[in-house]
């Protein structure tokens, strides 16, 4: 072989050499881009915020007190940036229902619950459950049976019941039969208010409560209620609408039997027909509790509990009295 191809078979060795690192180099090059893409990705994870699922669950979705507490859930989620699911039974008997509604929701994934308990003790086990899996708990509006719940945001029922017993009370001129018309049974925040009720009334010795019923959260059945007790005992002298759709069916009872004025009425919640029989005078005073409120502050708070933070465990939202004085003007305002 002569000079000339050795000459030429080491230019090639040199020409393949270059080849070859400038290919390594490439690759090395993709490969360190590609770590990078990655380790910027992984980096940058921590710090985009998490998008938290929180569901609340009602006693139930029907009724102008838990559209509001929805509303409120609802700015609460969007002020937040927090999904929110906001879903229950249809009516506030409906325990069993509830329950599955909390099992199903659990099944799904969500990371925290709100829950206002159709039964304050049927709900304890499946509350406990969320728990145990590490998802929190607070109730809203009812309490339940439990301590490992974190925290109760809602009225302070037992004390708003003393108001109502006040109310009543000075309404009756501290003497009188009462009537009273609880809602559903169990319910543990309408348990808290006869309890407060009670203890208030319990210090008229002249004042004789003469019959305590349950109209199941039926504006109809409390109706019925008033108008056997009106029979019953002709001088009634007051009621005490426990929740909701006891005062405006004892109202309708009331009116229809010419007693406007005589049975002094007192009960919960500014729904529609409540006030419209304050307005008239039919019922004498409304303790109106703060829904939206509730709703708000559940939603604020268990996104505090996502984020580490402590929560209080009791949280009273409070209470107003609505007069029929009151009750005029605020029918007179066009709502917000």
């Known amino acids: 072989m002569g000079s000339g191809c050795i000459l030429n078979v080491n230019k090639l060795k040199a020409e393949w050499g270059c080849i070859v690192m400038r290919k390594g180099w490439l690759v090395s090059f993709v490969f360190l881009s590609i770590l990078a893409v990655i380790l910027g990705a992984t980096m940058a994870a921590p710090s985009q915020k998490k998008k938290w699922h929180i569901a609340i669950v009602p006693k139930a979705l029907t009724g102008e007190y838990w559209v ?14 927090v999904q929110l699911t906001f ?8 325990v069993d229902k509830q329950i599955d509604i909390v099992e199903n929701l659990l ?14 003790k049927a709900l304890v086990p499946v509350i406990e459950k969320a728990i145990a899996k590490g998802v929190p708990v607070v109730t809203v509006d009812s309490d339940a049976q439990t301590p490992k719940r974190l925290a109760y945001i809602g009225t302070d029922n037992e004390k708003a019941g003393e108001i109502a017993g006040q109310e009543l009370a000075k309404l009756m001129g501290g003497k009188g039969k ?17 309890k407060g009720f009670k203890r208030v009334i319990a210090k008229y010795p002249q004042i004789r409560i003469v019959s305590e019923q349950a109209c199941q959260s039926d504006q109809t059945l409390s109706l019925n209620i008033t108008e056997n007790a009106l029979t ?3 001088d009634l002298g007051g009621i005490f609408g426990v929740n909701a759709p006891g005062a405006p069916g004892a109202a309708q009872a009331v009116k229809a039997a010419g007693k406007t004025g005589k049975v002094k009425i007192v009960g919960f919640d500014a729904l529609p027909d409540t006030m419209r029989y304050c307005a008239e005078g039919v019922i004498q005073a409304i303790v109106e509790q703060r829904p939206y409120r509730m709703g708000y502050l559940a939603v604020r708070y268990l996104k505090e509990v996502l984020e ?3 929560i209080p465990r009791m949280v009273d939202t409070g209470v107003d009295i ?4 009151q009750a005029k003007k605020m029918l007179l305002t066009p709502p917000k």
Request: charged share 20%; proline share 8%; aromatic share 2%.
């Open 68 to 81: 509001r507490c929805k509303k409120g859930a609802e700015a609460a989620a969007k002020q937040f940036g």
């Open 87 to 94: 879903v229950g039974p249809s009516a506030e008997t409906e």
């Open 107 to 120: 099944t799904r994934g969500v990371h925290a619950l709100g829950i206002s308990p159709c039964d304050g």
């Open 178 to 194: 009462v009537l009273i018309i609880q809602g559903v049974p169990g319910a543990e925040n309408l348990m808290q208010r006869v």
């Open 232 to 234: 019953a005992h002709p």
């Open 308 to 310: 580490g933070k402590k």
């Open 322 to 325: 609505i007069t029929p004085e």
